[in-house]
């Protein structure tokens, strides 16, 4: 357990120096951005849940599938562009406590971000209401709400995390990662009420808004369950594998 | 006898292409092994088993006595690296390089100070590894492999990419490491110069084969010096050189006169150069050539037969 602490920590000193918070910091501003002018363009005002739905929509649908491609393949680069995979692999350390703090390490910031992003929008959204209050959200903020539908939007991803995180390490090019993102985000998007889309990693977060409530049980346990299952074959696999 | 670093019968295939070939390596305690061969030999692959990175088909490989494939961990904590892929992250400094794989190794913090002293390296301490030029980067790379103090160190190919000079610091610090340090060093090379003047004992690979290996001098001693005689007429400097008893190797440059093993080149020349002087055969040039690990590895190169010295 003190190497796995070590492991972390050394983890984060490699991170320090990256553009990883940058990264995490421009999704949530990204998306704070577009709730503002968008709700200074309207017309008419919407209550707060359906406003913050929104922010929780372009979140799910196009910013964390595109955001955990970036951050995996940033967290692994960090390893494969000096080369380092060899001398890592020949300390006394058990393998897969490297690759399990790169693991917890993204889940980490993916948290920050689900939080930046909840928080962002909420006070974008508050911002543009005060400079226009015809538009100003309406009604009452059931924060609550907004933190569960967050938390089990970011649980669903542990899944997108996994196959992401998994892809990336294994290939020393960024490519076959970025492609596995890009390509998982674009059916995301083009095929959004697709069946097959409940079970698709990179799908799995939007259908926590699905009306159908069942279908939003089957997303959250098959990405958060599925996702630690995927997180621990990773780890097995990861470790044992021969680097030539 | 125990070794610092033994393998048995150590084989390991990539496809169809055997890549290490029945390797029985044996580098005693406290020497500074030569790992020779070409490039393609196999020698990377050994090192790799060594450190635990691939696994042996069949054998085993012993470091300080413990088997890499039964107790990775055990052997690991008992080796220093330095690979050809430094792996350093060059946005952070030399120091805080070493300090990652210090906290991972779990030396104390004294530990960095103390190696970037033995490679001379503490004044550029602060600098980010993007700044280092690559003898620093060696340098460093060699700090890493000392950290922790480890009896064993396995250096692939230290001088690749070095300029002379580099190379030549590189030469003088692994020369002195074994008295400063008591550390085994194990140090792979294709360059024979480098190993020659840096190791006590060699081991060549030839083809995925280990075709020699001992002390260097041992090995050395068991070769004949060789002087190469130029003359106005080569034929008849033969002829003199044979009624003197020595042995001759015609060459198209001249004569290459072989002495009897242990015997002087200094006084095999002057004899040589007496006898062809006193039968008249003008002598333009004598160029005596000690036993050197080049004629060594050319023998075994060229007959792929095993030559082995007691280490």
């Known amino acids: ?244 | 006898m125990s070794f610092a670093i033994e393998t048995q019968s150590l084989c390991r295939r990539f496809g169809d292409r055997l890549v290490v070939d029945q390797i029985s390596l044996h580098v005693p305690r406290r020497a500074i092994y030569g790992f020779l061969g070409r490039n393609g030999a196999g020698k990377t692959t050994t090192l790799k088993i060594l450190l635990g990175l691939l696994r042996a088909d069949h054998g085993r490989a012993l470091v300080d006595g413990i088997d890499v494939a039964v107790e990775r961990r055990a052997a690991a904590r008992r080796v220093g690296a330095l690979l050809e892929a430094h792996g350093f992250y060059v946005n952070l400094s030399g120091e805080a390089n070493l300090d990652l794989t210090r906290r991972l190794l779990g030396c104390p913090a004294t530990e960095v100070a103390r190696v970037l002293a033995l490679v001379e390296l503490g004044a550029h301490a602060r600098r980010r590894v993007a700044d280092y030029s690559l003898g620093m980067r060696q340098r460093l790379g060699l700090a890493r492999a000392l950290l922790g103090a480890p009896p064993v160190l396995v250096l692939d190919e230290p001088t690749n990419g070095l300029d002379p000079e580099g190379m030549a610091d590189m030469r003088r610090f692994l020369r002195e490491l074994p008295e400063r340090t008591g550390v085994t060093v194990l140090l792979s090379s294709h360059l024979l110069g480098e190993i020659e003047h840096v190791a006590t004992h060699v081991g060549i690979l030839s083809q995925g084969r280990l075709v020699m290996e001992g002390g260097l001098a041992e090995l050395k001693a068991g070769l004949t010096a060789e002087i190469r005689v130029q003359a106005d007429d080569p034929a008849r400097a033969a002829k003199v050189a044979r009624a003197h008893g020595f042995t001759i190797d015609a060459a198209d440059d001249g004569l290459t006169v072989r002495l009897a093993p242990g015997e002087d080149p200094r006084e095999g020349s002057a004899a040589l150069n007496r006898a062809l002087c006193a039968a008249g055969v003008a002598v333009h040039a004598l160029h005596p050539e000690l036993p050197s690990l080049e004629r060594l590895y050319r023998a075994v190169s060229q007959s792929p037969a095993a030559v082995e010295a007691t280490p």
Not at chain 1, 102 to 112: D, H, N, R, S, T
């Open chain 1, 1 to 244: 357990m003190n190497t796995l602490a070590t492991a972390l920590l050394v983890e984060h000193r490699k991170l320090r120096r990256s553009l990883a918070l940058l990264l995490a910091a421009s999704v949530p501003l990204l998306i704070a951005v577009f709730l503002f002018f968008n709700l200074l363009r309207g017309h008419q005002a919407r209550p707060w849940q359906q406003d913050m739905q929104m922010g929780a929509a372009i979140w799910a649908f196009f910013m964390l599938p595109m955001g955990v491609t970036a951050l995996t393949v940033l967290v692994a680069q960090v390893e494969h562009v000096p080369r380092s995979w060899d001398h890592l692999r020949a300390l006394p350390v058990p393998r897969w406590h490297f690759f399990l703090a790169k693991a917890a390490w993204v889940l980490g910031i993916v948290a920050l971000m689900s939080a930046g992003v909840l928080a962002g929008s909420a006070a974008a959204l508050y911002l543009a209401g005060r400079i226009e209050p015809a538009v100003a959200p309406q009604g009452p903020l059931d924060m609550g709400y907004c933190v569960l539908l967050y938390g089990r939007m970011y649980l669903s991803a542990f899944l997108l995390v996994a196959v992401q995180l998994w892809l990336a390490l294994r290939y020393a090019s960024f490519v076959p990662a970025l492609a596995a993102g890009i390509g998982g985000t674009f059916f995301a998007v083009v095929a959004s009420s697709a069946k097959v889309g409940v079970v698709l990693p990179w799908q799995v977060p939007i259908n926590l808004l699905a009306s159908d409530p069942l279908r939003a049980r089957i997303a959250l346990l098959w990405g958060c369950l599925g996702g630690v299952a995927a997180l621990a074959l990773m780890l097995v696999h990861l470790a044992h594998r021969e680097v030539r």
